[in-house]
């Protein structure tokens, strides 16, 4: 097969959106519209990927460049369409930057959903030497360029605008997808005019060229509409995030995943389960989440960049928030329980069956086997040993105004209630620290370490009074 290269279009205004943002950076499934594209034409390897700007182009250009970063396989480049004078038009602006000799595939930055094997069905379709479109049928065509066949041929896309009534009852409908000879591309597009109603030069007019210069015309017909499916209002966001993430419920149920609700779920990364999970109503997944089996998910909760081993349990609304980088990633040992209302974030690492309780922080830290914090604490930039017990309303004091310091609390340790460990500190093995302790200093393993004022008692002490008006 010849080498493909990939136009994207993303030039559009998106007037409909209401927003300042360029239509194609909106974002579904936690990922901008157009970022999905660009992940989905990866998967194809094409020699070059070319991204067509106009609207918004400087933004766009930059969350390009932000993807070429991570894409060294082949190259990803802009051009602008300046100004918008059509989809014709627009595809003109790439031609320099096309080699003779490939397939060009158009895609859209607005239809995101979009499937790496129905393009390789495409490209077969088109094999080098035809013009391939991918085609839908419609219930509701409005809007949409119809396919005009004569037999299994297609003949030519008429515009919605541009058609007649008995055309616009066709209910096949151009996707704004295709693949074409790139040589035979260049020598259409240096023939559109704009002679139409819009006055506009339209890259489906190439069709009816391709019939007169006797290049076969094929159309790869999807049934999958949620793949084609554009995006040009809030609303149609709204609808196509509510079928991708029903989608992706499906399929979590048919690998034995329990979901309370499939319609209540929010997966915006990659969520990995093993065998028995639950997972309840109203939970979000960002970035990169795996959890073990066994694992039970409470309602309400948010994991972003989480590794949570078998038989842990998040309980109600926690918040577990993980860096993208691997050192940042949160990790929960095997029969753990967090929560409810707990916060992980990024570098916290639990180890086997530590308890994090309610309105609990971990921020870079490592708490070993069997630790428990169980209510109202905060532990920043700590080492905390096995079976230690820190106590409600204590706090590691990590931060000096400048830099952050490390607290060790070493095994076996019983911190009080509503002590500040101030870092860089260390309690020793087996030690105890007395409620209400401010420690400054290391404290020694089996030792019990107080450091707070004398308590006082004044005898018949006269409570201050209000003063009569």
Request: hydrophobic letters at 40%.
């Amino acid at each position: 097969m010849a080498s493909v290269d990939v136009v994207v279009m993303a030039a559009g205004k998106g007037t409909r959106m209401k927003s300042s943002i360029p239509k194609v950076l909106h974002r579904l499934a936690g990922r901008a519209l157009l970022g999905h594209v660009l992940g989905t034409a990866a998967q194809l390897a094409p020699r070059r990927t070319i991204v067509i700007t106009g609207h918004g182009a400087a933004t766009v250009e930059s969350f390009v460049q932000e993807a070429a970063a991570g894409q060294a396989a082949s190259a990803l480049d802009c051009v602008r369409q300046e100004p918008q004078l059509g989809t014709g038009h627009a595809v003109q602006q790439a031609v320099p930057l096309l080699p003779d000799d490939g397939v060009t595939l158009i895609l859209n930055g607005d239809v995101p959903l979009i499937a790496a094997d129905t393009l390789r069905a495409l490209l077969g379709s088109c094999a080098g030497e035809r013009l391939a479109l991918l085609t839908v049928d419609m219930p509701d065509p409005t809007g949409y360029g119809r396919i005009v066949r004569d037999g299994d041929a297609v003949q030519r896309i008429v515009e919605h605008k541009d058609a007649t009534q008995a055309q616009r009852a066709i209910p096949e409908i151009y996707t704004g997808v295709m693949a074409v000879p790139t040589a035979a591309l260049k020598r259409w597009l240096a023939r559109l005019t704009n002679d139409n109603v819009q006055g506009e030069y339209y890259l489906t007019d190439i069709v009816q060229m391709a019939v007169a210069d006797g290049v076969p015309v094929v159309a790869s017909k999807t049934a999958d509409r949620i793949q084609v499916d554009g995006v040009n209002s809030p609303v149609q966001l709204a609808e196509l995030e509510r079928a991708y993430q029903l989608r992706h419920a499906q399929r979590l149920m048919e690998q034995g995943v329990r979901l309370a609700d499939p319609a209540r779920l929010d997966v915006r990364g990659r969520l990995e389960c093993g065998a028995d999970v639950e997972i309840d109503i109203g939970c979000i997944f960002e970035g990169q989440v795996s959890l073990g089996d066994g694992v039970r998910i409470g309602p309400h909760c948010v994991i972003a960049n989480a590794q949570i081993a078998a038989g842990t349990v998040i309980q109600a609304f926690c918040h577990i928030e993980g860096g993208a980088d691997a050192g940042g990633q949160v990790q929960v040992g095997a029969g753990a329980i967090v929560g409810p209302y707990a916060r992980l974030r990024p570098g916290a690492r639990l180890g086997e069956e530590v308890h994090i309780g309610n309105f609990v922080e971990v921020k870079n830290s490592t708490l070993a086997k069997g630790a428990k914090a169980n209510h109202l604490a905060y532990l920043g930039d700590a080492t905390v040993g096995e079976r230690v017990n820190y106590g409600a309303g204590s706090i590691t004091a990590n931060y000096d105004g400048a830099n952050k310091h490390r607290t060790v609390i070493e095994a076996d340790v019983h911190v009080g209630s509503n002590c500040v460990l101030v870092a860089p500190v260390t309690i020793g093995a087996g030690g105890t620290v007395g409620g209400g302790s401010t420690i400054t200093k290391d404290a020694p393993a089996g030792a019990l370490s107080v450091a707070r004022g004398r308590q006082v008692s004044i005898p018949n002490w006269t409570r201050p009074a209000k003063k009569a008006k």
